[in-house]
C-alpha cells in the first residue's frame, strides 16, 4: 500500500474525512492528499516517493524548514531523559525567558499545548482580569477552534463554507461579537478584550491598515479593555519581536503557538506580570495542562529562536517580498491576474480574471477566494511539483530553508501553472 489514494481510502475508515484537520482534506480544491512520510528543508516527501516543494510548512509552524538538523539534534537529547514529568523543567523557563527577552513588553509566559489553548486561556484571563464578558473578534481571523471564538471564522471555518460550527451553544458565542477587518469598532465598558490577528492570515492574506491596530489599542484604553495579539502566525515570524516590532504598538496579552514549538505541539500566552497574576496558582483564573511547556517541545522551540537572528529574519522578510512581485508578474504575464500582498515574510495569493485591489477585509477577500481559480492553479502547481496549501484561504509559508533557487524555480513553474488555467 503506497499510494496516495491507498492510504487516504484507508485513512478514511479510521479517522473522520481521513485527517485529523479539516483543511488538510482536499475538500475546497478536490483530489485525494498527500500522505507524508518525511520533510527535508522546504520539501516533503509523499507515501509514493514524489516530491515537492512545500509552501504548507505545517502552516507556519516550521520557520528553520523540516527536520532542521539542530532541531533533530536536541529532540533526540531531550528525548533520551525523559518526556514529560509534569513537574517543572529547565527548558520551559528558558523558553519563557527567551521569548520575553525578544517581545518588548511581554514579561511571562504560559505554556500550553497549541494555539487554541493559548487563545482560549487568554480570553479567559481577559474576562477574569476585567470582570467582564465580552469579547470583539474580527470577521475572517481565525483563532483555533474554542466554541466562543467559532464564529465568523477564517481558514478552515471559511474553506469549509460554515459560519460557525455545529455543536456550539448560543450559550457559548453570546458574549462574542464580531466586527468588519480594518475598521475601529466603537467600544463601551462591558468589553473585556479586543483579539486580533495583526496581520490577518487566515483569509488568505489582509494587511493591517495604517491606524488600525493604533487605533485599537486607543479605544481599548478609553473604555478599559483589554488588547489582545493573536501572534499564532505572525509571533517571530513577521519580525523577532512580533508584532509589537513591526507595527510599534503594544498589546496587553500575546497568543503564540506554530513557531515556537519547531514543529512540536505548543502555544503559550502571555502579557505583563500584573496581569498575569491573575492566573492559578496566584490568582483566581484558572487553566492548567498535564502536557503543558512540555520537554520535548521546548527544546525543539528554543533550538528555533536560538537559531534565527533578526537579519534572517530581514533577509527572508527581503526575499518574500521580491518572490511575492516575481510570482505576481509571472502569472499575469501568463493571462490571469495575480496579487501577491506581503507584510514581512507573511505572503497571501489571490487569482483574479480580471484587475482587483488588494482585499482590506473578508468579504473583500472571500469574493476572490471563491472566484474558483484556486482549485485548478493548485492543482496544476501540485502536478509540478510545488505543494501550496490545499485551500484558498491560507497563505503561503516561505521558511528559512527555501532557497533563492526554489523560489525562481516556483515563479517559472507558476507561470506554466497559470497558462495551463487559463486554457
Ligand atoms: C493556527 C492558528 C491558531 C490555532 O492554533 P492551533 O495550534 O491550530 O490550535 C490560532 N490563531 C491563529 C492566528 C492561527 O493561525
Known amino acids: 500500500m503506497t499510494s496516495n489514494k491507498g492510504w487516504f481510502d484507508r485513512a478514511q475508515v479510521v479517522i473522520p474525512g481521513g485527517v485529523d484537520s479539516p483543511v488538510r482534506s482536499f475538500r475546497s480544491v478536490g483530489g485525494t492528499p498527500l500522505t507524508i512520510t518525511r520533510g527535508e528543508g522546504a520539501y516533503v516527501d509523499d507515501v509514493e ?45 528558558v523558553l519563557a525567558e527567551a521569548m520575553t527577552a525578544r517581545v518588548r513588553g511581554l514579561e511571562q509566559v504560559r505554556f500550553v499545548s497549541s494555539g487554541t489553548e493559548a487563545v482560549m486561556s487568554a480570553v479567559r484571563l481577559a474576562r477574569g482580569q476585567t470582570g467582564r464578558d465580552k469579547i470583539i473578534k474580527f470577521e475572517g481571523c481565525y483563532h483555533g477552534h474554542s466554541d466562543a471564538l467559532l464564529v465568523a471564522g477564517g481558514s478552515g471555518v471559511a474553506q469549509m463554507g460554515l459560519p460557525g460550527s455545529a455543536g456550539v451553544t448560543a450559550g457559548a458565542v453570546q458574549d462574542t461579537f464580531v466586527a468588519p477587518y480594518n475598521e475601529v469598532p466603537t467600544l463601551d465598558e462591558t468589553v473585556a478584550a479586543v483579539l486580533v490577528e495583526p496581520v490577518a492570515a487566515n483569509m488568505n492574506l489582509v494587511a493591517p ?153 473578508f468579504d473583500e477577500a472571500r469574493v476572490l477566494c471563491e472566484n474558483g481559480l484556486y482549485a485548478p492553479f493548485f492543482h496544476a502547481m501540485l502536478e509540478r511539483g510545488v505543494a501550496l496549501a490545499p485551500g484558498a484561504y491560507e497563505i503561503l509559508f516561505v521558511s528559512l530553508a527555501h532557497t533563492r533557487e526554489d523560489l525562481e524555480r516556483t515563479v517559472s513553474i507558476a507561470a506554466e501553472a497559470a497558462k495551463a488555467v487559463t486554457k
Open 209 to 361: 491598515r495604517e491606524g488600525f491596530l493604533v487605533g485599537l489599542r486607543q479605544e481599548c484604553d478609553r473604555v478599559g479593555a483589554l488588547l489582545i495579539f493573536d501572534e499564532v502566525i505572525t509571533g517571530f515570524r513577521l519580525a523577532l519581536g512580533g508584532a509589537e516590532e513591526y507595527f510599534h504598538v503594544t498589546p496587553d496579552l500575546w497568543c503564540f503557538g506554530k513557531v515556537i514549538g519547531g514543529g512540536l505541539p505548543v502555544g503559550a500566552f502571555g502579557g505583563s506580570r500584573a496581569i498575569l497574576a491573575s492566573l492559578a496558582p496566584e490568582g483566581p483564573v484558572y487553566q492548567a495542562g498535564t502536557l503543558s511547556g512540555n520537554p520535548l517541545a521546548t527544546a525543539a522551540g528554543l533550538a528555533v529562536l536560538n537559531n534565527v537572528k533578526p537579519d534572517d529574519l530581514a533577509i527572508l522578510s527581503e526575499r518574500v517580498t521580491n518572490f511575492a512581485s516575481e510570482l505576481q508578474g509571472a502569472i499575469r504575464d501568463a493571462g490571469l491576474f495575480a496579487l501577491t500582498p506581503s507584510v514581512g515574510a507573511l505572503m497571501g495569493l489571490y487569482l483574479a480574471r480580471d484587475e482587483v485591489t488588494a482585499p482590506t477585509n
Open 49 to 93: 516517493g514524489t516530491r515537492y516543494l512545500d509552501y504548507v510548512q505545517s502552516y507556519g509552524a516550521s520557520l528553520l524548514g523540516h527536520a532542521h538538523p539542530l532541531v533533530v539534534g536536541v529532540l533526540q537529547q531531550a528525548a533520551t531523559k525523559g518526556t514529560t514529568f509534569g513537574a517543572p523543567t529547565p527548558g520551559e523557563v
